[in-house]
Nanobody, 122 residues
Framework: QVQLVESGGGLVQAGASLRLSCAAS????????MGWFRQPPGKEREFVAA????????KYADSVKGRFTIARDNAKNQVSLQMNNLKPEDTAVYYC???????????????WGQGTQVTVSS
């Protein structure tokens, strides 16, 4: 089992950058694929990015490709999401999640953090 805690959200202006972090507990962090999802206000949760357990495979939603970067540090039990050139439509609660094997659908993830709010003003 793994517990996840996100941090790094906040209120920024369009064009700014933010780096979200997700700290994981448990000795088996390196065996999980990790993902970031977000839920914009009044909308369904959506996939943002995913990273394989080794860090070798990354996948991004088209809406964030070229602006966001997912990375992990297995020695520190952390996964991050670097978000550059933020847009108002990136406003959402961002969640990190852990899965067995690389997945892209939220219902395939077994463990979730509590979320962190990102608000981008225009």
């Amino acid at each position: 089992q793994v517990q996840l805690v996100e941090s790094g959200g906040g209120l920024v202006q369009a064009g700014a950058s933010l780096r979200l972090s997700c700290a994981a507990s448990g000795r088996t962090f390196s065996s999980y694929a990790m993902g970031w999802f977000r839920q914009p206000p009044g909308k369904e949760r959506e996939f943002v990015a995913a990273l394989s357990s080794s860090g070798a495979i990354r996948k991004y939603a088209d809406s964030v490709k070229g602006r966001f970067t997912i990375a992990r540090d297995n020695a520190k039990n952390q996964v991050s999401l670097q978000m550059n050139n933020l847009k108002p439509e990136d406003t959402a609660v961002y969640y990190c999640a852990a899965s067995y094997g690389l997945k892209y659908r939220g219902d395939e993830y077994s463990y979730w953090g509590q979320g962190t709010q990102v608000t981008v003003s225009s």
